[in-house]
C-alpha cells in the first residue's frame, strides 16, 4: 500500500509539473502569436499612414494646379479683344478654349485625387481598429521609455564589472602609487615577538598575569584557577571593546597569591584553527583584526586609533584601527595555520590573509597583478605590502567571507546585486 501511495505522489507530482509546462509552452505560444499578428498589424497601419501622406500630397498639388488654371483663365477672359480685331479674337477664342480643357482635365484629375485620399483615410481607420488597445498603450511606452530602459539594463548587465574595472585601473593603481603610511613613529620603542603556535596552546596563569579569553575557547583549565565572566575587555573603551568582540569574557586568575595553573586555549568548533601567541614588552601597540584576538595575558591594553590622512587605509575600508600594547601576551587565531614574517624582508600579502601588524610597520595598498581572477572574483582586489623591519601577522586560509570583508566594495556590489534582482536579472 505505501508502495502504491508514493508511486501516485510521484505519478501526481509529475503530472501536476506537466500540467504546469504545458500551460507555460501555450501562454508563452500565444503571447508570441498576438504579439506577431499586433506588429503585423501595425506594419500595415505605417503603410496605410504613408499612403494617405502620399495621397493628400497628391490632391493638395492637383488642388493647386486647379486654381492656378483658374485663375488664369479669368485673366484671359478678362482680357477678351474687340469685335473689329477679328485675327487676334480668333487667337484669343482658341487659347481660351485650350484653358477650359485644361480646367476641366485638372479638375477630374483633383477630384480623382480627393476620391483616392478619403479611400486612404478610411483604409487607414479600418486598420488601426483592429489594432489591440494593450498593444498600443505598450508599443507607446516601449517608444517613450525605450532608452531609459536600455540604460537601466545595460548599468545592472554592464555595472558590476564596469565597477571592477574602475576600481582596479583607478583607485587601486592610483593607491598603488601613493607612499606607504604608517600608524606609530617608526623609531617608537617597543618589544615584539612571535611565541609558539598551534591547534592548542597551554597559557600559564599567576597572580600577576591573569587570563582574559573568549568563553568557547577555553577548553580546560586547571582546578586551583578561580573564574568569573568579564562583561568587557576594558571598560575605559567599552563601545571598542565591543566592535571588537571581546565582550563576555572569561577571566582566569589564581585564587591564591603565589599559586597558579595552566589554561588550555583551543577551538571547540573549528578543526582548522590555529593559534599564535604575540609576547609584547612595553609595546606602543599591534594592529589586530578584531575577531582575531581570543585571549589576553597580562598588562595588555586596547586603543584605538583613527588614521583618516591616507589614502591606503580608506581604500582598504579601514580607518579606525584597533591597537593592543602595553607588556604581556596576546593570541591570536587564524585558518590553516598562524605565522609571523616580514620581520627582516619585505613581504606583499593577499588582503583577506592579513590579521595584522606592528604599528609601526610601513603599510600600503598595491593592485594585484592579475585583472581576470578579480574580475571573476577568484580572488581579492589589494594586496598589503609591508616594506620590511616589523613583524606582519597572516593565516595560512581564508574563507569566502574574509576575501568579501571590504565594506565599501561589499556595499556597492550588494547596491548593484539589489538592483539587479529588482529588475529580474
Not at 586547571?222 to 575605559?236: M, N, Q, V
Not at 599564535?276 to 594592529?287: I, M, Q, R, S
Not at 574580475?375 to 567571507?401: E, I, K
Request: with cysteine; glycine share 8%.
Amino acid at each position: 500500500m505505501k508502495l502504491l501511495l508514493a508511486i501516485l505522489g510521484v505519478l501526481a507530482r509529475k503530472a501536476v509539473a506537466a500540467t504546469l509546462l504545458f500551460l507555460a509552452l501555450l501562454l508563452a505560444v500565444l503571447a508570441w502569436n498576438w504579439a506577431r499578428a499586433q506588429a503585423r498589424v501595425t506594419q500595415r497601419v505605417e503603410e496605410a499612414r504613408l499612403r494617405v501622406n502620399a495621397a493628400r500630397q497628391e490632391w493638395r498639388a492637383a488642388r493647386t494646379e486647379l486654381l492656378d488654371l483658374e485663375r488664369r483663365l479669368a485673366q484671359l477672359r478678362a482680357a477678351e479683344p474687340p469685335w473689329y480685331r477679328p485675327l487676334q479674337r480668333v487667337q484669343w477664342n482658341a487659347r481660351v478654349a485650350a484653358l477650359e480643357q485644361a480646367v476641366q482635365t485638372s479638375r477630374a484629375a483633383r477630384d480623382q485625387a480627393h476620391t483616392a485620399w478619403q479611400r486612404a483615410v478610411e483604409e487607414l481607420t479600418r486598420v488601426e481598429q483592429q489594432v489591440d488597445t494593450a498593444w498600443t498603450a505598450l508599443w507607446a511606452a516601449a517608444r517613450r521609455t525605450g532608452w531609459q530602459v536600455l540604460g537601466i539594463v545595460a548599468l545592472v548587465l554592464l555595472g558590476p564589472p564596469g565597477w571592477r574595472a574602475f576600481w582596479y585601473y583607478g583607485l587601486a593603481a592610483l593607491a598603488t602609487a601613493r607612499p606607504p603610511a604608517r600608524l606609530l613613529p617608526a623609531e617608537t620603542p617597543g618589544e615584539l615577538r612571535p611565541g609558539p603556535a598551534g591547534k592548542v596552546l597551554a597559557v600559564v596563569v599567576t597572580p600577576e598575569r591573569p587570563l582574559r579569553a573568549r568563553m568557547d575557547w577555553v577548553q580546560q583549565y586547571a582546578p586551583g584557577l578561580a573564574k568569573r565572566t568579564r562583561l568587557l575587555f576594558s571598560w575605559h573603551s567599552p563601545f571598542t571593546s565591543f566592535a571588537a568582540g571581546l565582550a563576555e569574557l572569561t577571566e582566569l586568575s589564581a585564587r591564591t597569591p603565589g599559586e597558579g595553573g595552566t589554561v588550555g586555549l583551543g577551538s571547540g568548533t573549528d578543526p582548522n584553527a590555529y593559534l599564535l601567541a604575540l609576547e609584547l614588552e612595553n609595546h606602543p601597540g599591534v594592529v589586530l583584526k578584531p575577531g582575531a584576538v581570543v585571549a589576553v595575558s597580562g598588562a595588555v591594553t586596547m586603543r584605538p586609533r583613527w588614521h583618516v590622512n591616507s589614502l591606503h587605509h580608506w581604500i582598504a575600508g579601514r580607518v579606525r584601527h584597533i591597537l593592543f600594547g602595553g607588556t604581556g601576551t596576546v593570541y591570536v587565531a587564524g585558518h590553516g595555520g598562524v605565522e609571523a614574517c616580514g620581520a627582516r624582508t619585505a613581504v606583499v600579502l593577499e588582503e583577506a590573509l592579513v590579521l595584522g601588524y606592528d604599528a609601526r610597520a610601513a603599510f600600503a595598498t598595491v593592485r594585484t597583478e592579475t585583472f581576470w581572477p578579480y574580475l571573476r572574483d577568484r580572488t581579492s582586489l589589494f594586496d598589503y605590502r609591508f616594506d620590511g623591519g616589523h613583524w606582519v601577522l597572516r593565516q595560512t586560509t581564508a574563507t569566502a567571507a574574509a576575501r568579501h570583508a571590504n565594506p565599501f566594495v561589499r556595499g556597492v556590489d550588494a547596491l548593484l546585486n539589489g538592483l539587479g534582482r529588482l529588475l529580474g536579472f
